[in-house]
């Protein structure tokens, strides 16, 4: 057993490497999927040691298998109903199959909670944060890899491929690093803490690179946040020792800021240009400037759900080639609740929902990161969309559903 769940951490730790690595192989015009094959490895591994395990008869079980089964069933009645060739349903599949994992994973983290509580299971998010900081930087260092945003010198996101996932990733790297860091400072060496210290300050150093104005205040308000918690809610600490440490963090960051200054104001001053742009091209529309266009989208989405196909469509789903084909604009709103209406129909709302509303009260009978983390990761995919159907932001958010299953501090507990 702890060997298995060794291959699980091992398999879930490497995925940001395997992303960059893909990405590269792509540049560099070798057209070999690399990121496909191993997700179809880890789905295939998840899956084989669920059934493997059995299922308990419980609510949780009743509601993952209702969302896949539902999932799947979909997809055929979508075949159907719109006439899609063998072409649009594995496009089709491919994004289920996505969308599955963030159900998969925590229910395997679920089955064996006892066992990964010691198996490492933070260490694991402490090893992703690595490799995604490790996987920006050292391209950046050797001038190789791509823009943030092509046509463009705004931002740099190496050899990961969609900016908005990526982004989720510093986001999730950032807030468990920053919160390990001032949590375990008493348990923790000193050579630790520096290392802690350097990977946070990567991460943050990331989401300037990637230059999306989500990243870059998400990065500043979290330092914010992690000082205040640390001074004045930490207390387990003495005050000469928050001082202590607290004083020196900040006086690192200052000098940061002011040795870098110069590359930090050309990096804001090429995201403003470029913000200053698309408010220009909207003509001083406000929301659509403050939702990327997505309202837009929207609009777009909501008109062709209503007008095209009938009550079966809405209430199944128009899947996903179908919206891709014949619904222009609004083939991808990018706010991850309506993307579920609009593919899955209101019936697929109605139970990811309900899965979603479990997982919420889960995170609220006990407080930990990755309360935290899933509480982030919904309001992200709400607005930003991109968390439930992408395969990066989906094993991200499947391991932080997973983490509530491991969770111990209560609400009424103090640090």
């Known amino acids: 057993m702890f060997k298995e769940t060794n291959i699980f951490i091992f398999l879930f730790a490497i995925f940001p490497i395997i992303d960059a690595l893909n990405g590269f192989v792509l540049s560099v015009g070798i057209n070999f999927p690399i990121g496909v094959v191993y997700r179809l490895v880890c789905i295939g591994f998840i899956i084989f040691q669920i059934a493997r395990k059995g299922f308990s008869k419980n609510l949780y079980t009743l509601l993952s298998v209702s969302l896949i089964v539902y999932g799947i069933v979909s997809l055929f009645i979508q075949t159907i109903l719109l006439h899609n060739n063998v072409s649009a349903l594995l496009y089709d599949t491919t994004n289920m199959i996505k969308f599955f994992l963030w159900v998969l994973i925590p229910y ?9 509580r010691k198996a490492n299971y933070e260490k694991m998010f402490l090893t992703i944060s690595t490799l995604f900081t490790l996987g920006l930087l050292i391209p950046y260092a050797l001038g190789i890899g791509n823009q943030t945003y092509a046509a463009s010198d705004a931002g740099y996101k190496a050899f990961f491929f969609a900016n908005n996932d990526t982004t989720i990733g510093f986001i999730v790297s950032a807030t468990f690093t920053g919160w390990y860091l001032f949590q375990q400072t008493k348990q923790t060496k000193i050579s630790a803490r520096l290392l802690l210290g350097l990977l946070y300050l990567g991460n943050l150093l990331g989401l300037l690179l990637l230059g999306t104005k989500t990243g870059i205040v998400y990065g500043v308000v979290l330092t914010i946040v992690l000082l205040l918690r640390f001074f004045f809610f930490q207390n387990s600490l003495g005050l000469a020792v928050k001082w202590g440490i607290g004083v020196t963090v900040i006086s690192v960051l ?10 930090i104001l050309a990096t804001i001053s090429s995201l403003v240009q470029r913000l200053t742009y698309f408010y220009d091209l909207y003509d001083g529309d406000l929301v659509r400037f403050l939702t990327s266009s ?12 209503t007008n095209i196909g009938n009550l079966a469509t809405q209430l199944i789903g128009f899947g996903f080639n179908a919206r891709v084909e014949t619904w222009g604009l609004g083939d991808l709103v990018e706010m991850d609740f309506f993307d579920v209406l609009f ?10 929902l ?9 995170s ?52």
Do not use: P, W
């Not at 395997?108 to 990964?116: E, G, I, N, P, S």
């Not at 309900?354 to 889960?362: C, G, M, S, T, Y």
């Open 294 to 305: 997505r309202s837009e989208f929207l609009d777009v989405a909501f008109e062709a759900f």
């Open 108 to 116: 395997y983290v679920y089955q064996r909670a006892d066992v990964l």
């Open 364 to 415: 609220c009978q006990k407080r930990s990161i990755y309360t935290a983390l899933f509480l982030i990761l919904i309001c992200y995919g709400a607005f930003a969309g991109h968390v439930l159907f992408s395969a990066l932001s989906s094993t991200l958010f499947g391991l932080v559903c997973g983490g509530l299953f491991l969770q111990e501090e209560s609400l009424c507990e103090k640090e």
């Open 254 to 263: 200052m000098l940061i800021v002011l040795q870098g200054r110069a590359f």
């Open 343 to 352: 593919s899955l129909g209101i019936l697929g709302l109605l139970v990811m």
């Open 354 to 362: 309900a899965l979603l509303l479990f997982f919420l009260v889960k």
